[in-house]
């Protein structure tokens, strides 16, 4: 008997989200026939998607340059008046995905934020299932929100903390009504009713990747039967360790620097030059970040991407930009981290959280110099209750499945048609 089509629909410029994607996949292939779709025309990422066995259906339109650098810019919160996605080609991405599932009959469509299929899963009726934080929530938002890196001019500095804080929870709604303004201007054509809040993160299911407790927030009455937390995904590249970090002395203390898909090329170069002549080594697989530039000091490595999940336990202390596949990777690790969100809001309130649990800082890209970085990583280095901290945490991350847990919500609760 045929097994039913289930479609992830990752945002495939972002490899986290790739990844995580297909841990799931890979597990969930058991009870379903997993397809990927992809707006990528570069198809930067699909080989890790191909490689597994996983057809990756392209759809038009296909992303060119300017619709990547747009995406990367409404992410980072660079820009206030642009959407995602045009008008014009967030509606014939819609259309796309229409088309898709009526050939497909999906069971289910899953996302990480492909946000165009928050209106298409609902508009054709399919099962939409959420892979999300609990730090997008409302819930989160109204406790936690701290005022945004994107929004740190230097007069506000001159407001008292709490009060700049106060005033970004009342205001998140309004951000998030500006991500989803284009999302409910397309859904008003297929009658569907306003994403209001973190709304636009929760599906029919919500799959909440990481372990209970994270965040200090629970899963909200409205989605109680209906959202689980599975523990973490942590995206595992199919990749050798490099040779160079194979040869790497352990004679200092090492660090591992790692800013995604989405860190910002200043932010990366500048981190580098303040590595220079201090008392560590550092593992820093950010080439696809760097274009020309001063080459990287002597104590520093920079490679391509590299698989994570082996070379993060090698450092004492990693600084990351606070996605949370990023991040989590480093605690099931066990080491501290020091925090440089690109802007996005999310990756500073999953850095918070673990601001709250004792071993991370948060450092904000407008204020970023080089004596702040080196300074974040000596303290961390020296802080002996930060690191207790950080290993009592892996322990609880290393106790969750996070692509198992996936896998047997999607059986349970995605019964198959008769």
């Not at 990422?45 to 619709?67: K, M, T």
């Not at 974040?376 to 207790?388: G, I, N, S, W, Y």
């Not at 290393?398 to 059986?411: D, F, V």
Request: with cysteine; aromatic share 8%.
């Amino acid at each position: 008997m045929p097994r039913e089509t289930i479609v992830f629909a990752a945002e495939t410029l972002n490899l986290a989200e790739v990844t995580r994607m297909v841990e799931i996949a890979k597990v969930a292939r058991r009870s379903f026939e997993p397809v990927f779709l992809s707006y990528d025309g570069a198809g930067r990422n699909h080989a890790h998607i191909e490689r597994h066995g996983f057809r990756v259906v392209r759809l038009e339109p296909q992303l060119d340059e300017a619709a990547v650098e747009r995406f990367w810019k409404a992410d980072r919160m660079e820009s206030w008046t642009e959407d995602f996605f045009s008008a014009a080609d967030l509606a014939r991405r819609v259309e796309s995905e229409l088309a898709l599932y009526g050939a497909l009959r999906p069971v289910a469509v899953v996302t990480g934020f492909c946000l165009s299929v928050v209106v298409s899963a609902r508009a054709a009726k399919v099962p939409l299932v959420w892979v999300a934080q609990s730090t997008w929530l409302d819930e989160y938002s109204r406790r936690f929100a701290g005022w945004p890196d994107f929004a740190d001019w230097a007069p506000l500095r001159a407001l008292p903390e709490r009060t700049r804080n106060a005033l970004a929870r009342r205001l998140v709604p309004f951000g998030y009504a500006m991500w989803a303004r284009g999302l409910n201007r397309v859904g008003r054509r297929y009658g569907l009713p306003r994403l209001a809040g973190s709304r636009m993160f929760e599906g029919d299911h919500t799959l909440f990747a990481e372990p209970e407790g994270f965040s200090e927030v629970g899963i909200p009455a409205r989605l109680a039967g209906r959202a689980a937390f599975i523990g973490p995904l942590l995206g595992a590249l199919d990749l050798p360790v490099p040779a160079e970090i194979e040869r790497l002395p352990r004679d200092r203390p090492i660090v591992y620097f790692a800013m995604g898909s989405s860190g910002i090329e200043r932010v990366v170069a500048e981190t580098l030059q303040a590595f220079g002549g201090q008392p560590f080594r550092v593992i820093a697989p950010v080439a696809n970040l760097l274009e020309g530039g001063p080459p990287a000091p002597p104590n520093v490595v920079v490679t391509g991407w590299i698989p994570a999940e082996k070379v993060n336990p090698l450092a004492q202390v990693s600084v990351l930009h606070g996605g949370i596949g990023t991040l989590l990777t480093a605690c099931q690790a066990g080491t501290p981290i020091v925090g440089i969100p690109n802007g996005n809001p999310e990756q500073e309130w999953n850095l918070g959280a673990l601001v709250r649990k004792g071993f991370a800082v948060h450092l904000h890209k407008n204020r970023l110099t080089p004596a702040a970085i080196v300074d974040a990583v000596k303290r961390l280095l020296a802080d002996t209750e930060a690191q207790r901290r950080a290993r009592d945490f892996a322990s609880v991350c290393r106790s969750w499945n996070g692509p198992e847990n996936a896998a047997a919500y999607l059986g349970k609760h995605l019964a198959p048609r008769l």
